[in-house]
């Protein structure tokens, strides 16, 4: 049973920054293409970041670019998710996600979730 374990959310005033964590409770953890998505009260869930098997490739949603950076330690069966520049907007459950490639997991074709991680930006 895989299990995706997210961590780092909180409080922080508009403009600061916050380094979402994801471990990973799998041995092929370089096998998997890693993904950010987040759900705002009241509205679906959307997709942030993600990152091939190396960590070579990333893609990002247009709301997110130049601000978030989504990055992978293969050895510590870690992704995560830099977030600087932080907005009310950015408030919402930020979700970890694995797939098997990383055009389906921008998709939300993804195996695996996490149960997410509180993040609130407080204007």
């Known amino acids: 049973q895989v299990q995706l374990v997210e961590s780092g959310g909180g409080l922080v005033q508009a403009g600061g920054s916050l380094r979402l964590s994801c471990v990973a409770s799998?041995?092929?953890?370089?096998?998997?293409?890693m993904g950010w998505f987040r759900q705002a009260p009241g509205k679906e869930r959307e997709f942030v970041a993600a990152t091939s098997t190396s960590g070579a490739l990333t893609s990002y949603a247009d709301s997110v670019k130049g601000r978030f950076t989504i990055s992978r330690d293969n050895a510590k069966n870690t992704v995560y998710l830099q977030m600087n520049s932080l907005k009310p907007e950015d408030t919402a459950v930020y979700y970890c996600?694995?797939?098997?490639?990383?055009?389906?997991?921008?998709?939300?074709?993804?195996?695996?979730w996490g149960q997410g991680t509180q993040v609130t930006v407080s204007s």
């Open positions: 799998v041995r092929t953890f370089s096998n998997a293409a």
């Open positions: 996600a694995a797939g098997t490639i990383q055009w389906k997991v921008v998709g939300g074709e993804c195996d695996y």
